[in-house]
């Protein structure tokens, strides 16, 4: 091993020089130095027993929980805390509320108008059909999609738009037509009965202003002298 240490030899050296010893082949070979045995350590002032610097460099690493940050996060607040956690009750909602009077009484009193002008076996199918979705809106039957749609379909029947009354109630009949389909012949047949009615009450409106303008009297006649 002792060759490994040692430069090559010089030709021009003496036999007796000492030899020279290469530092890269020292320091692939050898490991970290260590303290002298034969050198003393002053003692620390506090009297604690101080541990060589080899020690501490060549020991594990602490297996301890590391030291508390300062940027830790911090929990939130109790109120935050409390109020995200706490999940809100079943409270009723706010936005209103499609009511069966304000659908079923527009539908009655068209029917009304239509007595009268129309077959009394007609009526009469149309106030059962009537009943019916009175029957199924109170008992928690129809849902909330339709109950919109309706009252749509009566805000346009008391407009007089028969087309859009018309629309909304295919539309029920195409998207709902197990709710729908037992009451909802007798609203088709009321819009079209409420067409009719309506459309005989203008011609007879026209007609009588037609015959008020020929039985005028044209006026500026000017008396003979």
């Keep these: 091993m002792a060759e490994l240490y040692v430069k090559p030899g010089n030709k021009e050296r003496g036999w ?7 530092y890269g082949l020292q320091t692939l070979a050898g490991g970290p130095k260590r303290t002298p045995l034969t050198k003393r350590i002053a003692a620390p002032q506090d009297g604690s027993p101080r541990v060589p610097a080899s020690q501490t460099s060549q020991g594990p690493p602490p297996m301890g929980p ?9 929990p939130p607040p109790v109120g935050s805390y409390l109020a995200s956690s706490v999940k ?8 209103s509320e499609t009511l069966l009077e304000d659908v079923l009484k527009p539908l009655k009193e068209a029917l009304e108008d239509c007595r009268g002008h ?11 059909r009537l009943a019916l979705l009175q029957e199924q809106w109170a008992g928690g039957k129809l849902s909330v999609s339709v109950k919109k749609r309706m009252a749509l379909l ?31 012949v007798g609203v088709k047949r009321l819009i079209a009965e409420k ?31």
Excluded: Y
């Design 16 to 22: 007796n020089d000492p030899p020279q010893f290469s």
């Design 154 to 184: 009566v805000q346009e029947l008391s407009s007089h738009q028969w087309d859009a009354a018309d629309n909304i109630h295919c539309s029920l009949m195409v998207d709902h037509v197990t709710e729908v389909s037992q009451w909802m």
């Design 88 to 95: 809100p009750a079943n409270l009723p909602v706010m936005e």
């Design 195 to 225: 067409r009719n009615l309506s459309s005989e009450e203008e011609a007879n409106e026209e007609t009588s202003t037609a015959t008020a303008e020929e039985f005028q009297t044209v006026p500026g006649v000017q008396e003979a002298p």
């Design 66 to 74: 590391p030291p508390p940050s300062s940027q830790a996060s911090r």
């Design 118 to 128: 129309t077959k009394k076996q007609v009526c009469d199918d149309i106030s059962r």
